[in-house]
């Protein structure tokens, strides 16, 4: 499998807390990806990364911010986390394997109570 | 506005029959569409792809369709197996390189019946 790595696997955040997700990478990829998967609504891409210090919005993205800093780390940031961000997180890197697609790490399941 | 639409949300059927999954896009710049598959707690996964110049792509027991002109793909499975049993995703993307957006629909989860 690609090296790629997300942590932690599981958090549970109060309303109002700042809470930080971390995908890392082995596979020296360019872009990197961060999308919730929420019933209904299937993967929704929330912020994506085309370089070191360079990342741009996706569909969902109001209330996140990201960052990346190198090549393999991409955090993805709740400043003030709300029930509404109760949802699991996917990071995802291009596939070598397969043209145009991606390769998934195991997710972040995260709840805010 | 939902771009891909998966309008199953569940699908049963018993082992060794056909099961089908199907998607619907609305973009018709989409040039290259996938099927992912997840099983809980773990990551979605790669499972077949094809391109707007091909009208099928099969992979052993799974096989898709694209009909351009109904902008709707589907998914067979034969023959259907328990391990078959996880939520399917179809996804599309356009653009010339490998660095486009993938787009994802709904998932349809598929209960394979032993």
């Known amino acids: 499998d690609a090296g790629i790595t997300q942590s932690p696997r599981h958090k549970v955040t109060e309303t109002g807390t700042p809470v930080t997700l971390r995908c890392h990478q082995t596979?020296?990829?360019?872009?990197m990806y961060w999308y919730r998967q929420d019933p209904g609504h299937g993967l929704r891409l929330i912020h994506y990364?085309?370089?070191?210090?360079?990342?741009d919005k996706g569909e969902v993205s109001d209330g996140y911010s990201v960052s990346r800093s190198k090549t393999e780390d991409f955090l993805l940031t709740l400043e003030s986390a709300t029930s509404s961000q109760t949802s699991v997180y996917f990071c995802?890197?291009?596939?070598?394997?397969?043209?145009?697609?991606?390769?998934f790490g195991s997710g972040t399941r995260l709840t805010v109570v | 506005d939902q771009q891909v639409k998966q309008n199953s949300p569940s699908l049963s059927v018993q082992e060794g029959r056909i099961s089908i999954l199907n998607c619907d896009y609305t973009?018709?710049?989409?040039?290259?569409f996938l099927w992912y598959k997840k099983y809980p707690a773990e990551g979605p996964t790669f499972l077949i792809s094809?391109?707007?110049?091909?009208d099928k792509n099969e992979d052993g027991r799974f096989t898709v369709f694209l009909n351009k002109s109904a902008k709707h793909l589907s998914l067979h499975i034969v023959p259907s197996q328990p391990g078959d049993s996880a939520v399917y995703f179809c996804?599309?993307?356009?653009?010339?390189?490998?660095?486009?957006?993938?787009?994802f629909g709904q998932g349809t989860t598929l209960q394979v019946k032993p």
């Open positions: 094809i391109s707007s110049i091909k």
């Open positions: 996804a599309a993307t356009y653009g010339s390189s490998n660095t486009g957006k993938l787009i």
């Open positions: 995802a890197i291009s596939d070598r394997r397969q043209p145009r697609g991606y390769t």
């Open positions: 973009n018709s710049m989409f040039d290259y």
């Open positions: 596979e020296n990829h360019r872009y």
């Open positions: 990364s085309y370089g070191v210090k360079d990342t």
